[in-house]
């Protein structure tokens, strides 16, 4: 059992968790993802990690409640725990394999959409860390979405943006994009976008536009975590990858959104997932348990 150490509700349907877990805490680097299970009979619910402490043993989660499975977790106080915490998943960062002296020469943009800064703010702090300040964009639908706006602010120079208006900037965080690099005249090396998969599209069009290399972090569903039941499947460039062991980060600028777009709506159907069984014929990996496809 991973016991929970906090839990905190940060908006209306976001939520943060530090989770003991000494083993991840361990080996895990930003940009990998871990999957939990309530209890032994609920659902595998892969998110990315937010924070990790190696010397406290510990792992910060941050959700959303989209289902019945996260509004069970939303349910969990400090002092519950969960029956399974798997990780760390995925693969971490390429930016960790840099040398931090080279790092310092580049000039990086991180885009974050909703609750997608809880997986940029470990990568940016890992940066702070090493005597790099990256900038950062931080978008959400209004003020009361904003998240780990503190923190942020520690360790990258912060820009927020709301969609009303509600808060700092109004605008979608593509608009700040052209901000900086069209009025304030910045200059980028590479961007990183993490946040729903229609912001990361445009955040890719704009910035193929601008000449800027891109790396987004793909999150779509998953069900093992593992790469054997194929539910997280795209294709980036002529190649078809797995977000869950090939990623999840990936070239932007070389992802299909929109049939990954696509395929996440029909996967949430039965006859959805018939279609992709069919469609996809040996490629089709068919290991969730869902589509018939392991028979």
Not at 49 to 72: H, K, M, W
């Amino acid at each position: 059992m991973y016991k929970i150490r906090e839990a905190k509700q940060l908006t209306d349907n976001i939520y943060l968790m530090n989770v003991e877990a000494p083993r991840v805490a361990k080996h895990c680097e930003p940009g990998q993802f871990i999957i939990v299970k309530i209890d032994e009979e609920g659902e595998r619910i892969p998110l990315t990690i937010c924070d990790y402490d190696r010397e406290e043993g510990t792992v910060t989660i941050v959700f959303q409640v989209i289902g019945a499975s996260t509004l069970q977790m939303a349910g969990l106080k400090a002092g519950d725990a969960f029956a399974d915490f798997v990780g760390p998943l995925g693969r971490p960062s390429e930016l960790i394999e840099e040398d931090p002296e080279e790092l310092k020469k580049k000039k990086i943009l991180f885009v974050a959409g909703g609750v997608g800064t809880a997986p940029v703010y470990p990568q940016v702090k890992w940066l702070s860390e090493h005597g790099v300040k990256a900038d950062a964009i931080v978008g959400a639908k209004n003020k009361d979405l904003v998240i780990l706006e503190e923190e942020m602010e520690k360790v990258s120079n912060l820009y927020v943006t709301t969609d009303d208006g509600s808060y700092k900037r109004k605008g979608m965080v593509t608009d700040v994009i052209k901000d900086l690099v069209e009025n304030q005249k910045k200059e980028y090396d590479l961007v990183v976008a993490i946040g729903p998969m229609i912001m990361m599209k445009f955040v890719c069009l704009l910035t193929k536009e601008l000449g800027i290399h891109t790396i987004v972090s793909m999150n779509p569903i998953m069900v093992d975590g593992t790469g054997m039941c194929g539910a997280c499947r795209l294709t980036v460039g002529d190649e078809v990858k797995f977000a869950c062991v090939d990623g999840p980060e990936f070239d932007g600028h070389l992802v299909n959104f929109d049939e990954a777009m696509k395929r996440q709506q029909l996967y949430k159907t039965e006859e959805g997932r018939a279609y992709l069984k069919e469609k996809e014929g040996d490629t089709h990996h068919g290991g969730c348990g869902h589509c018939g496809g392991e028979k």
